[in-house]
């Protein structure tokens, strides 16, 4: 899959049938599930009960395309929040929420890479 991906990026080979199959989206019986070689990297998901294996991982057919669903709402989210209080010079106390993580992606310009874009900020919360 790599190789894939870097014949596409440093030899300028496209193979088609390898980028249509990067995603594809469902839904039936009340589930959200998606398929694709992008369901590789997710080591692993969370549900309810925590981090779980992903199986599509293991179960993934590269040489055929072939790829098991993996339910949209399992998938880890990128961003990390952590609850802060805050005590101004008056003593009030503030409650607020710091978030940080993955936003996207950015493409630099004259690099010609694509690059991830992390960020960070405070929320008073309310």
Excluded at 3 to 19: A, L, M, P, Y
Excluded at 27 to 50: H, K, N, Q
Excluded at 58 to 78: Q, R, S
Excluded at 82 to 89: A, E, F, G, N
Aim: with cysteine.
């Amino acid at each position: 899959m790599v190789n894939k991906i870097c014949e596409t990026g440093i030899e300028r080979k496209v193979d088609r049938q390898f980028w249509t199959n990067i995603y594809k989206y469902s839904t039936a019986y009340m589930s959200t599930a998606m398929d694709g070689w992008i369901t590789v990297f997710f080591p692993y998901l969370v549900d309810e009960r925590g981090p779980i294996p992903n199986d599509a991982l293991m179960n993934a057919d590269f040489k055929n395309l072939k790829y098991d669903d993996v339910e949209i709402t399992t998938i880890p989210k990128g961003v990390s929040k952590v609850p802060l209080s805050v005590i101004d010079k008056e003593g009030k106390q503030h409650e607020m929420t710091i978030f940080g993580g993955f936003l996207g992606a950015q493409v630099k310009d004259k690099e010609e890479v694509i690059k991830p874009a992390y960020f960070w900020c405070v929320a008073h919360s309310k």
